[in-house]
């Protein structure tokens, strides 16, 4: 049991979300259970985690997520493991929502992002259709974030950007948008990279957009269900500076594509038995769509090699090495397995003093000394 690796969970703790602080102390070696010093909770070592009131082997839970983000049906993990559904399906909402804590944890941080493609999704669902929208950065494969909508709307793509946008910095250099013919992208682009200009005086500050975004889409023609043309148009940048990105990204040979989204739209298809394209498994519960896209995006992130990743390995050694997109993200070293995924924890916010009037006494001066960041 190692103290310096846990952080106290109660919210109501000044010392939640501190590491090393010497506040966590070992309260049953039997039990795995530590107890904070400031609040005086107890709480087990699997608080937070997937494994936290586990009725079964942790085995057996991994093994189950992992055949659910490779697309195996609950009807089959059923007759195969004699689990009941509801247990099954509970254990999928527990791997999605951890996949999304991991995804809204590692991943939406700012990074250089090159190029980032971005499609759309047709979801035959019961009663109607659903759009879900997806976004890949080219370079690293790294999947960036997906939204599910009921119709192809501006309220859709605007929360697909805003998650890209978090995984964005504004010194990582430019930034190209390769999308699709539909219009709502470049003007979205423009709403969302935006930000406030410093200014002295009273007032609302200006938005200024950001300067080293690039705009581009593809727009295919078709006939009778057939692609018959292809046209590239530049919306925002200069022609040289779209070329140099997309050439440094994409390896230098090609042209103005949406094919490694296409590519990454494929995967999750065969993943996902609602998003294929003559199915007769429909879907029904959009959260619970997008939970599955989380689980399958984050094992596709941090648990899968990707073969256009690989390095050359060492004289004598391997002669390639394999990466998954998180490693090539430089986000982890090492090829993750489902349980890391499953115990990963979000610390809460660390403590922030009350905004109060007056001074402050001598007791909030000296948590402030201690816990504040």
């Not at 310096?4 to 966590?24: D, H, L, S, W, Y």
């Not at 499609?119 to 999947?143: C, F, H, K, P, S």
């Not at 805003?162 to 699709?180: E, K, P």
């Not at 090829?335 to 009350?354: D, H, K, M, N, Y």
Request: hydrophobic share 40%; charged share 25%; net charge positive.
């Amino acid at each position: 049991m190692d103290t310096t690796k846990i952080c106290c969970p109660n919210v109501g703790c000044v010392a939640r979300g501190q590491f090393e602080k010497g506040n966590i102390r070992i309260h049953s070696r039997k039990h795995a259970r530590y107890r904070c010093r400031v609040c005086g909770k107890t709480f087990v070592e699997g608080k937070g985690t997937a494994y936290y009131r586990l009725h079964h082997e942790a085995k057996l839970l991994e093994q189950v997520v992992m055949l659910l983000a490779w697309g195996c049906p609950v009807e089959a993990i059923v007759a195969a493991f004699g689990l009941d559904a509801r247990t099954v399906l509970r254990w999928e909402r527990l791997g999605g929502e951890k996949s999304r804590a991991v995804q809204e944890e590692l991943v939406s941080r700012p990074r250089e992002l090159g190029q980032v493609q971005m499609d759309e999704i047709r979801v035959r669902a019961q009663g109607g259709v659903w759009w879900m929208a997806l976004a890949l950065a080219v370079q690293t494969r790294l999947w960036l974030g997906v939204a599910v909508g009921r119709s192809r709307d501006t309220a859709l793509i605007t929360r697909l950007v805003t998650q890209v946008s978090a995984s964005a910095s504004a010194l990582g250099g430019v930034i190209l948008f390769c999308t699709d013919g539909l219009t709502t992208y470049a003007s979205v682009i423009r709403k969302v990279f935006r930000e406030a200009e410093p200014r002295d005086g009273r007032g609302r500050p200006r938005l200024v957009e950001w300067p080293g975004i690039l705009i581009a889409q593809v727009v295919k023609q078709y006939e009778k269900g057939r692609v018959v043309g292809v046209s590239r148009r530049v919306v925002q940048g200069a022609t040289e500076l779209i070329e140099q990105v997309r050439g440094r990204s994409q390896g230098g040979a090609g042209v103005i594509n949406t094919a490694f989204i296409e590519r990454f739209n494929a995967t999750f298809r065969a993943r996902l038995a609602a998003l294929g394209r003559r199915t007769r498994r429909l879907a029904r519960n959009p959260d619970r769509l997008e939970r599955t896209m989380f689980l399958v995006g984050t094992v596709y992130n941090f648990c899968t090699d990707h073969r256009s990743l690989q390095m050359p390995g060492i004289i004598g050694g391997r002669k390639f090495l394999p990466r998954t997109p998180a490693m090539a993200a430089g986000i982890t070293n090492h090829r993750w397995t489902i349980g890391e995924i499953l115990s990963f924890r979000v610390p809460p916010q660390p403590w922030s003093p009350p905004t109060r009037r007056g001074r402050l006494s001598n007791d909030t001066k000296m948590l402030i000394k201690r816990w504040q960041r």
